[in-house]
């Protein structure tokens, strides 16, 4: 898979490339841990101003992490706690523009300020999450929210149920 990574000059036609270049990814191979691995790096690579971007799959009743980039994040999280458990529980993106004055916030990198959290779900069951941080205040806002959503719908198009 050969994937050019150029700079864009509106949210919506990067995210247009990344939803391109992740329905590529989901064609190239059936197991989903592989496509969340380069979606990780992918989510990485291209969206600025990003210290952490990753997935939190569904297990057991909790969310345990997944592939990502970034620093070292906690390994599960109950459902409904933090912004990650939260959008699992209500199985809606999560915004959250000042992490330091979210009570919900579980804090992995002391220099987040932002976040954003999108449920993937296939077939109506959550799937996991997708969760990405930002050391910038305010960096996520509604165009961010549809490309990712976008990107959840794509990744659960491609989900398999364990057999």
């Known amino acids: 898979m050969d994937i050019e990574y150029e700079e864009f000059s509106a949210k919506s036609e990067l995210y247009r490339f990344i ?3 992740l329905w590529l990814m ?3 191979t059936s197991d989903f841990y592989a496509i969340l691995s ?7 690579l291209e969206l600025s101003d990003v210290n952490w971007a990753g ?3 569904y297990k ?3 969310l345990v992490l997944a592939p990502f980039q970034g620093k070292p994040a906690v390994a599960e999280i109950p459902i409904g706690k933090g912004v990650c458990g939260t959008a699992a529980k209500e199985l ?3 915004i959250v523009k000042n992490v330091h004055t979210c009570r919900n916030h579980i804090a ?4 987040t ?6 449920p993937i779900i296939s077939a109506g069951r959550l799937i996991g999450v997708i969760d990405i941080d930002s050391p910038k205040a305010a960096r996520f806002d509604e165009q961010d929210k549809a490309g990712l959503e976008t990107a959840a719908d794509i990744l659960a198009n491609f989900y398999k149920m364990p057999v």
């Open 19 to 21: 939803q391109e270049k």
């Open 26 to 28: 989901c064609e190239e």
């Open 38 to 44: 380069n979606a990780a790096a992918l989510l990485w």
């Open 55 to 57: 997935f939190y799959l």
């Open 60 to 62: 057991g009743g909790r």
């Open 92 to 94: 809606k993106t999560q």
């Open 108 to 111: 992995c990198d002391l220099n």
């Open 113 to 118: 300020s932002s976040e954003i959290v999108v």
